[in-house]
Protein backbone atom coordinates (compact mmCIF):
# COMPACT_ATOMS: atom_id res chain seq x y z
CA UNK A 1 0.00 0.00 0.00
CA UNK A 2 1.26 3.24 -0.97
CA UNK A 3 0.43 6.17 0.75
CA UNK A 4 0.73 10.07 -0.41
CA UNK A 5 1.02 12.86 1.68
CA UNK A 6 -0.32 16.10 0.50
CA UNK A 7 1.53 18.98 1.59
CA UNK A 8 -0.41 22.96 1.28
CA UNK A 9 2.64 25.21 0.12
CA UNK A 10 2.21 28.63 1.66
CA UNK A 11 1.88 31.35 -0.77
CA UNK A 12 5.28 33.16 -0.23
CA UNK A 13 6.68 29.33 -1.02
CA UNK A 14 4.44 29.06 -4.42
CA UNK A 15 5.18 32.85 -5.33
CA UNK A 16 9.07 31.69 -5.18
CA UNK A 17 8.24 28.88 -7.77
CA UNK A 18 7.70 28.76 -11.40
CA UNK A 19 7.21 32.68 -12.62
CA UNK A 20 8.45 33.59 -15.91
CA UNK A 21 8.21 37.64 -14.31
CA UNK A 22 8.82 39.13 -10.73
CA UNK A 23 5.74 39.84 -8.69
CA UNK A 24 5.27 43.35 -6.77
CA UNK A 25 2.99 43.62 -3.62
CA UNK A 26 0.32 45.69 -4.45
CA UNK A 27 -3.19 46.69 -3.02
CA UNK A 28 -5.42 47.27 -6.14
CA UNK A 29 -9.50 47.15 -5.92
CA UNK A 30 -10.70 45.68 -9.02
CA UNK A 31 -13.32 43.18 -10.45
CA UNK A 32 -13.06 39.11 -11.28
CA UNK A 33 -16.06 37.81 -13.32
CA UNK A 34 -16.06 33.96 -14.23
CA UNK A 35 -17.63 32.97 -17.78
CA UNK A 36 -21.26 33.58 -17.45
CA UNK A 37 -21.47 34.83 -14.11
CA UNK A 38 -21.72 38.43 -12.62
CA UNK A 39 -18.43 40.23 -11.62
CA UNK A 40 -17.35 40.25 -8.06
CA UNK A 41 -14.88 42.88 -5.74
CA UNK A 42 -11.57 41.85 -5.12
CA UNK A 43 -8.37 43.29 -4.02
CA UNK A 44 -5.53 42.52 -5.89
CA UNK A 45 -2.22 41.93 -4.29
CA UNK A 46 0.63 40.98 -6.20
CA UNK A 47 0.89 41.66 -9.85
CA UNK A 48 3.09 40.80 -13.12
CA UNK A 49 3.19 41.03 -16.59
CA UNK A 50 2.14 36.96 -16.57
CA UNK A 51 -0.43 36.85 -13.32
CA UNK A 52 -1.47 38.17 -10.29
CA UNK A 53 -3.04 37.11 -6.80
CA UNK A 54 -6.19 38.44 -5.38
CA UNK A 55 -8.11 38.40 -1.75
CA UNK A 56 -11.67 36.87 -2.63
CA UNK A 57 -13.51 34.29 -0.80
CA UNK A 58 -14.81 32.22 -3.98
CA UNK A 59 -15.25 28.75 -5.28
CA UNK A 60 -13.56 29.53 -8.29
CA UNK A 61 -11.97 26.59 -9.21
CA UNK A 62 -8.26 25.87 -11.08
CA UNK A 63 -8.64 26.35 -14.85
CA UNK A 64 -11.42 28.68 -14.88
CA UNK A 65 -10.86 31.21 -17.05
CA UNK A 66 -12.35 34.96 -16.13
CA UNK A 67 -11.32 38.29 -16.68
CA UNK A 68 -9.87 41.04 -13.96
CA UNK A 69 -10.88 44.33 -14.29
CA UNK A 70 -8.26 46.74 -12.84
CA UNK A 71 -9.06 50.68 -12.71
CA UNK A 72 -9.07 52.71 -16.21
CA UNK A 73 -8.76 49.09 -17.57
CA UNK A 74 -10.57 47.05 -20.04
CA UNK A 75 -10.94 43.34 -18.69
CA UNK A 76 -7.92 41.30 -18.88
CA UNK A 77 -8.79 37.58 -19.90
CA UNK A 78 -6.42 34.90 -17.41
CA UNK A 79 -7.08 31.44 -15.96
CA UNK A 80 -7.28 30.79 -11.85
CA UNK A 81 -4.31 28.39 -11.57
CA UNK A 82 -4.73 27.72 -7.49
CA UNK A 83 -7.18 28.74 -5.07
CA UNK A 84 -6.76 28.55 -1.34
CA UNK A 85 -10.13 29.41 -0.31
CA UNK A 86 -9.21 33.31 0.21
CA UNK A 87 -6.93 34.31 -2.15
CA UNK A 88 -6.89 33.28 -5.86
CA UNK A 89 -3.70 33.00 -7.90
CA UNK A 90 -4.49 33.43 -12.15
CA UNK A 91 -2.17 33.56 -15.19
CA UNK A 92 -2.96 36.08 -17.76
CA UNK A 93 -4.17 34.70 -21.21
CA UNK A 94 -1.56 37.46 -22.95
CA UNK A 95 1.01 39.04 -21.04
CA UNK A 96 -0.02 42.70 -19.84
CA UNK A 97 2.35 45.36 -20.83
CA UNK A 98 5.45 46.04 -18.63
CA UNK A 99 4.59 50.11 -18.52
CA UNK A 100 1.20 49.42 -17.74
CA UNK A 101 2.06 46.74 -15.03
CA UNK A 102 4.62 49.31 -13.43
CA UNK A 103 1.71 52.39 -13.59
CA UNK A 104 -0.43 50.11 -11.61
CA UNK A 105 2.51 49.32 -9.07
CA UNK A 106 3.20 53.39 -8.64
CA UNK A 107 -0.54 53.68 -8.41
CA UNK A 108 -1.04 51.27 -5.70
CA UNK A 109 1.59 49.65 -3.34
CA UNK A 110 0.46 47.96 -0.78
CA UNK A 111 -0.30 49.01 2.54
CA UNK A 112 2.55 50.12 4.52
CA UNK A 113 3.05 47.17 7.52
CA UNK A 114 2.32 49.65 10.08
CA UNK A 115 -1.18 49.79 9.17
CA UNK A 116 -1.99 46.41 7.94
CA UNK A 117 0.58 43.31 7.90
CA UNK A 118 0.64 41.69 4.86
CA UNK A 119 0.58 37.85 5.04
CA UNK A 120 2.16 37.71 1.49
CA UNK A 121 5.65 39.35 2.63
CA UNK A 122 8.63 37.87 1.34
CA UNK A 123 12.42 37.99 1.21
CA UNK A 124 12.30 40.29 -2.16
Not at 21 to 40: C, D
Not at 41 to 63: E, I, Q, R, T, Y
Not at 67 to 88: F, K, R, S, Y
Request: glycine content about 6%; proline content about 6%.
Amino acid sequence: MTVHTVTKLTYAKAAEQNRCAPRTQVSIPAKLRRVGSAAFNVSVCDLANAGFACVAVSSVKPGTMCWLTLPGLAGLQAEVIWNDGTTIGCAFACFMNQGVVDRMIALYPPPSSSQSPNRYSSSR
